[in-house]
T-cell receptor, first 108, second 114 residues
Framework: AQRVTQPEKLLSVFKGAPVELKCNYSYSGSPELFWYVQYSRQRLQLLLRHISRESIKGFTADLNKGETSFHLKKPFAQEEDSAMYYCALIPNTDKLIFGTGTRLQVFP | DARVTQTPRDKVTEMGQEVTMRCQPILGHNTVFWYRQTMMQGLELLAYFRNRAPLDDSGMPKDRFSAEMPDATLATLKIQPSEPRDSAVYFC????????????FGPGTRLTVL
């Protein structure tokens, strides 16, 4: 079955601390993986996708096929990073399969 | 700056009433998605259209929910009759089919069924 697992509902860190939001997926083929973010009172938006191999707002995510993971990392968290983060998978069609999300709280 | 629009933004209704939510996708996008967001389940896909044709509505309770695209500029999600457990935020998203294309989300409709 195709599934995305985000084990942490809430992750709290202090400003300047490293952040890692975990994402594991279940899919037998080669997946397309994404991170979407929802800031307070804003609409859900794409943060990054693995195919682009990009760093957005200091965040990076590396696809590890051996561990079936796509963890989101940032070396130094900022208060404005506080948001809801969703990991998502496109198996082989257009539709996204989302994880349940992780709320990141960054304290000053 | 093209954006997905949704109406209404907030809806409070009583159990048993019909609820219709509307979505205007970004012009030129050929895929439209309806999602439901709850604290417990996160984002669940309810229905998915490509070129206005419904491709997947397996996530939708068939007895009370229906989704349609009467034309390329309008998608609707209807609940009849509504129940308290339907209370959630409903998002519409649109995109271009094929590959790792981004989905663009609307602001959502917050539904409260009393």
């Amino acid at each position: 079955a195709q599934r995305v697992t985000q084990p942490e509902k809430l992750l709290s860190v202090f400003k300047g601390a490293p952040v890692e939001l975990k994402c594991n997926y279940s899919y037998s083929g080669s997946p397309e993986l994404f991170w979407y973010v929802q800031y307070s009172r804003q609409r859900l938006q794409l943060l990054l996708r693995h195919i682009s191999r990009e760093s957005i707002k200091g965040f990076t995510a590396d696809l590890n096929k051996g561990e079936t993971s796509f963890h989101l990392k940032k070396p130094f968290a900022q208060e404005e990073d506080s948001a809801m983060y969703y990991c998502a998978l496109i198996p082989n069609t257009d539709k996204l399969i989302f994880g349940t999300g992780t709320r990141l709280q960054v304290f000053p | 700056d093209a954006r997905v629009t949704q109406t209404p933004r907030d809806k409070v209704t009583e159990m048993g009433q019909e609820v219709t939510m509307r979505c205007q996708p970004i012009l030129g996008h050929n895929t439209v998605f309806w999602y439901r967001q709850t604290m417990m389940q996160g984002l669940e896909l309810l229905a998915y259209f490509r070129n206005r044709a419904p491709l997947d509505d397996s996530g939708m309770p068939k007895d009370r929910f229906s989704a349609e695209m009467p034309d390329a500029t309008l998608a609707t999600l209807k609940i009849q009759p509504s129940e308290p457990r339907d209370s959630a935020v409903y998002f519409c998203a649109s995109g271009l089919s094929g590959g790792a294309n981004e989905q663009f989300f609307g602001p959502g409709t917050r539904l409260t069924v009393l």
